[in-house]
């Protein structure tokens, strides 16, 4: 099935696997709680147990390096798509208001990122992830 719309993640290249999947989780969290309409309905089991909705599209997760990271934020940005974002810094933080106080206490263009994602129309993200690969 092709939907309109696309959901992507990017993830720097040279983190640690268990980074890889932290950051893509909690980069796809932002995009389930900010917009809606991504999620589908919830599952059920057929003995009646039930479980929480997922995504009702597929995401896709690219590989990147710092400079296609930020590349791929500044171009999300112009065309005014959502976005989220992971830094560096919040792999030492604790808690989610020490999260955002990590990203309040940097300007954009200094941002350290090791992952973005985007939502959005599919043609549009498509513009924005173009160059970037697939992760193995």
Do not use: C
């Not at 290249?13 to 932002?30: I, M, P, R, Y």
């Not at 959502?82 to 999260?99: I, R």
């Amino acid at each position: 099935m092709r939907f309109d719309t696309k959901i992507a993640v990017a993830v720097r290249e040279d983190l640690a696997v268990w980074q890889k999947l932290n950051v893509t989780a909690f980069l796809s969290s932002g995009v389930a709680g900010g917009q809606p309409g991504v999620m589908g309905e919830p599952y059920e089991d057929a003995s009646g147990r039930s479980y929480l909705p997922m995504f009702r599209e597929p995401v896709m997760v690219f590989s990147a390096d710092a400079p296609a990271l930020a590349r791929t934020l500044d171009r999300a940005r112009s065309r005014d798509l959502p976005t989220a974002l992971y830094t560096d810094e919040l792999f030492k933080t604790g808690n989610d208001d020490d999260n955002r106080a990590a990203v309040r206490a940097v300007p954009t263009d200094e941002l350290d990122l090791v992952g973005v994602a985007v939502y959005g129309p599919r043609g549009a993200v498509d513009k924005v992830v173009k160059g970037l690969r697939l992760h193995p």
